[in-house]
Every structure is written in structure tokens, then in C-alpha cells.
């Protein structure tokens, strides 16, 4: 099956987005104007009335306030899932920190991997159940 030629064209392409106006640009418009401007040239030349507090727009930089607020909830966000991540690895300890080494011959070992690969089950499941029921039955 042959690939077909993909070109730019399959893709869709937003259109592009005008710039506000500078500062340097401004400034090269006023020198490029009469040396005695009129009042209606002097407004025109004049760039746009932008703050460095005040952004152009809202959603690409939010006030100091709002950049606040946002930082202390992302704080506390992380604090709480650092909490909790915590008490599950605690719990997980809890619940498997008394180990049992026991030696097997071979032929046992080689037995229980045969039965954990057919049963797609992990040994220690195969072995904490056999030992389950052994209590079990034996009355403990």
C-alpha cells in the first residue's frame, strides 16, 4: 500500500494574528512625520496607552491578584496530594511489612513458577493463599 503525498494544504491553518503596536515603531512613524505636527497627527502618531501593570489582555497575563491566587491554590493542591500519596505508602507499609523467608526445595519452587505463569498470578499471591487456607482448616 503506497503512501499518498500529504502538503500543507490537508491541514488547517489559522489565520494569523495582527500585532499591537510598539514603542520602537511609534517612535520611527514620529520621526518620520512633518517636524510641526498638527493635533490629529500628534494623536495618530501617538502609540497605544499600555501600562507595564496594565496588559494588553487579561487571559495572557492576569493581574497580581489573580497570579496569587493561583499559585496558592496550586500550593495547596500539591500539599494535599503530597499528603495523601504519604498515607497511602504509609498504609501499603502497614499492610505488608511482616515478611515470611522459608526455604522450598526445587521441585516445590519450580511447581509454584509453573503455577504462577499459568494463572498469570504472582507467586506471593500463590503462597499467601495456600498459607490462608492452611490456617484456615487448622482452626487459627
Same mark, same amino acid.
Given at each position: 500500500?503506497?503512501?499518498?503525498? !500529504? =502538503?500543507?494544504? *490537508? ?10 503596536? /510598539?514603542?520602537? !515603531?511609534?517612535? *520611527? =512613524?514620529? &520621526? #518620520?512625520? @512633518?517636524?510641526?505636527? %498638527? ?7 501617538? @502609540? #497605544? ?5 496594565? @496588559?494588553?489582555?487579561? +487571559?495572557?497575563? @492576569? %493581574?497580581? $491578584? ?9 500550593? #495547596?493542591?500539591?500539599? *494535599?496530594?503530597?499528603?495523601? #500519596? ?14 515470611? /523467608?522459608?526455604?522450598?526445595?526445587? $521441585? %516445590?519452587?519450580?511447581? +509454584? ?6 494463572? *498469570?498470578?504472582?507467586? &506471593? ?16
Amino acid at each position: 500500500m503506497a503512501k499518498g503525498q !500529504t =502538503t500543507v494544504s *490537508d491541514f488547517a491553518v489559522a489565520p494569523r494574528r495582527s500585532r499591537p503596536i /510598539n514603542q520602537s !515603531t511609534a517612535e *520611527d =512613524t514620529a &520621526t #518620520l512625520a @512633518p517636524s510641526v505636527p %498638527t493635533e490629529d497627527a500628534r494623536i495618530e502618531n501617538q @502609540p #497605544l496607552s499600555h501600562s507595564v501593570d496594565q @496588559p494588553a489582555s487579561h +487571559l495572557i497575563a @492576569p %493581574t497580581e $491578584e489573580a497570579r496569587r491566587e493561583r499559585a496558592v491554590s496550586k500550593a #495547596l493542591q500539591r500539599e *494535599d496530594s503530597r499528603v495523601r #500519596l504519604r498515607d497511602l505508602k504509609r498504609a501499603r507499609d502497614r499492610e505488608s511489612k511482616h515478611y515470611v /523467608n522459608c526455604p522450598l526445595d526445587y $521441585e %516445590t519452587k519450580k511447581r +509454584l513458577e509453573k503455577a504462577a505463569i499459568e494463572n *498469570d498470578v504472582k507467586m &506471593t499471591v500463590i503462597m499467601k493463599a495456600a498459607i490462608d487456607q492452611f490456617l484456615k482448616d487448622n482452626g487459627y
